[in-house]
């Protein structure tokens, strides 16, 4: 996004009154601009959340002092070089120190993936009481490496042994997406409180600008087409996003497995979740 178009974007949402908003990308912090748009929002009075990999030189920690929350994608420690996990433990350590609320994020992508480093960092900051955590969801139609779409059901209940691993220690667990209703039994729903983790959202609900600022819901980004100056209100923008045709016809005119063609959810159209259906190119 261009930081005049991101200008535009601030000015409409000082129009319609709207007060926080989040800025992800990709990473952001690599943004030319990055510290020119934190200023903006914050002289415009803006609540802001930034989505970062934690991984961003140590001159912009000052600028992070100007967000509400910091949403930080930490992955298996063996995924980084020793220089990269050193820099991401001393940008935690800084956002701690400046009191900024750390949001970690956590996807399992492995079997024993094993999540000791998260409730680690939890234990020795106070700005981390939250944290998000998901499967790398497969997808029809698109190679994933990790999980495969007949695989996903067996991190079942490895990933409740997260959760349950994670509240031990006075965590609060949310999800990053909801999950379709036939991943979980009721008993699970029930013994595990996932309604209260989001289980149960018809979709995740935000609204997606995009670099163009066209406008997109997650988990889609470019269905609509239309500027997000096209709409004369948040809520008709917000409408148009949650009620898509297009994402309709993605979502139940194709299965995932086969038992999607006898589930009850899907015949009456009442799936939840970011399903993986939905994610067909």
Known sequence: MSYVDYCTFLSWLKLQKIKAFSILGGEPTVHPDFVKMLNMANAMS????????????????????MCATVCANISSKVTYTSNEWELL???????ASLG???????????RN??????????????????????????????????????????YKNEFLEYISLMENVGLKVVFDCPFPKCFFTP?????????????????CGNIIINPDLSLGSCPFYSLLGKNITEYESFDEASSCARNQHEREELKYDNYTLENCRS???????????????????
């Open 89 to 95: 433990c001393a940008n935690l350590y800084a956002l």
């Open 187 to 203: 008993a699970e729903v029930n013994e595990y409180s996932l309604i209260d983790k989001g289980l149960t959202h018809n979709e």
């Open 263 to 281: 589930c009850e959810h899907r015949k009456n159209r009442s799936c939840s979740s970011y399903c993986v259906a939905e994610r067909l190119e």
């Open 113 to 154: 993936q094993g999540i000791d480093h998260i409730i680690g960092f939890a234990k020795q900051y106070d700005n981390i009481n939250t944290v998000r955590i998901d499967l790398a969801r497969p997808s029809v139609g698109r190679t994933n490496r990790f999980v495969s779409i007949n695989g996903i059901f067996d």
């Open 46 to 65: 803006f609540e802001v959340d930034v989505l970062t990999n934690l991984l961003f030189d140590n001159h912009l920690i000052g600028m992070f002092g």
């Open 100 to 110: 900024v609320q750390v949001l970690p994020s956590v996807t399992i992508y492995k």
